[in-house]
């Protein structure tokens, strides 16, 4: 099936920094939605996007739809050890019943 | 929120048996459910769509006689790996669309390892 393009696909980073990975595609979304992925577990939803050019925060967690539809980023403050994990973009298309299509996940280490 | 379970969290088996994961929608009603498939270190790919009172629909790729789904309740969807083999040890994740704006709510997952 389609995947999104995610990236970066891993990030070390030191606890306090803030953390930045985005999503790109060649179709048109209408909802973007960013989930986090602990191991052993399902995807956790973060946030849900809704409108082109929306900007929706969560605590430290903010995420952004692309004004063109084909892209989204999500951008975490101030990360802290529990941050840890696999974070997937994930499209939904018009149309489609809700179902989702998957980027390849980020995964974030944080360090100490 | 709305709540999704799934059984077994794990299961091992022999190659060639059969094993039913079941997924199960707590506190809502879910007409449509999907089977996700997921393996190390990859992304949820998406197996099939599980409709209540009909066929389930695959993708492409997915081979619909060894990956039974059926869909027989508003709250339960079933599925069988039939004759299973190593390669089908993977993670296996549901999930169910939610009443309001929320498109999905997923499972905790099914890990199958097939020796």
């Known amino acids: 099936g389609q995947q999104l393009n995610q990236s970066p696909q891993s990030m070390f980073i030191q606890e306090g920094e803030d953390v930045s990975m985005n999503c790109t595609s060649s179709?048109?979304?209408?909802?973007w939605l960013w989930y986090k992925q602990d191991p052993g577990e399902g995807p956790v939803l973060l946030i849900a996007?809704?409108?082109?050019?929306e900007l929706t925060s969560n605590g430290r967690l903010t995420a952004q739809f692309g004004i063109t539809r084909k892209d989204s980023f999500l951008n975490i403050s101030a990360s802290i050890p529990s941050d840890v994990g696999i974070y997937f973009c994930?499209?939904?298309?018009?149309?489609?019943?809700?179902?989702?299509?998957f980027g390849s996940g980020t995964q974030l280490t944080v360090l100490p | 929120g709305a709540v999704v379970s799934q059984h077994p969290s794990r299961v091992i088996c022999k190659s060639g048996t059969s094993v039913k994961i079941e997924c199960r929608s707590l506190?809502?009603?879910?007409?449509?459910m999907f089977w996700y498939r997921q393996f190390p270190k990859q992304s949820l790919m998406l197996m099939a769509t599980?409709?209540?009172?009909?066929?389930?629909?695959?993708e492409q790729g997915v081979e619909k006689d060894k990956f039974l789904i059926n869909h027989a309740s508003l709250t339960l969807s079933t599925l069988t790996v039939t004759s299973a083999h190593p390669e089908d040890s993977s993670f296996y994740i549901c999930?169910?669309?939610?009443?309001?704006?929320?498109?999905?709510?997923f499972g905790p997952g099914t890990r199958l390892l097939v020796l």
């Open positions: 599980s409709n209540e009172g009909s066929k389930a629909t695959y």
């Open positions: 999930s169910a669309p939610g009443a309001g704006r929320e498109t999905q709510y």
């Open positions: 994930a499209g939904q298309l018009s149309g489609s019943a809700r179902q989702l299509t």
């Open positions: 996007l809704y409108k082109a050019g």
């Open positions: 506190d809502f009603q879910a007409t449509t």
């Open positions: 179709s048109i979304f209408n909802t």
